[in-house]
Nanobody
Framework: VQLQASGGGLVQTGGSLRVSCTAS????????VGWFRQAPGKEREFVAA????????RYADSVKGRFTISRDNARSMVSLQMSSLKPEDTAVYYC???????????????????WGQGTLVTVSS
């Protein structure tokens, strides 16, 4: 599976932005897809994930209620709609894929083995 992230950009505090992850390969629908982010000088962290079959989602506490992850298997795409953005949301956002479908492990970065190249989201104060 090859992943391509897009949609990053510059937005003001309180604004909204949508980033998308497009995948190649006809097995995309069988993968759990997650979004992670890495701010300058910080480790990469989990943001949100969506399970392959049921569409069950999981979010980091820091983005709950502000971000929504969704998938369109027909288009091999997973999107992350981000609202009420804060300067601390500034980071490079990466999408990744894994076979795990266990809710408790969907935030585990070590379980993801396909990664996109990242897209930069900058939130100005």
């Amino acid at each position: 599976v090859q992943l391509q992230a897009s949609g990053g950009g510059l937005v003001q505090t309180g604004g909204s932005l949508r980033v998308s992850c497009t995948a190649s390969g006809d097995t995309f629908r069988t993968y759990t897809v997650g979004w992670f982010r890495q701010a300058p000088g910080k480790e990469r962290e989990f943001v949100a994930a969506i399970r392959a079959s049921s569409g069950t989602t999981r979010y980091a506490d820091s983005v709950k209620g502000r971000f929504t992850i969704s998938r369109d298997n027909a288009r091999s795409m997973v999107s992350l709609q981000m609202s009420s953005l804060k300067p601390e949301d500034t980071a490079v956002y990466y999408c990744a894929a894994t076979r795990t479908g266990i809710l408790s492990t969907m935030a585990n970065i070590d379980l993801y083995y396909y990664w996109g190249q990242g897209t930069l989201v900058t939130v100005s104060s």
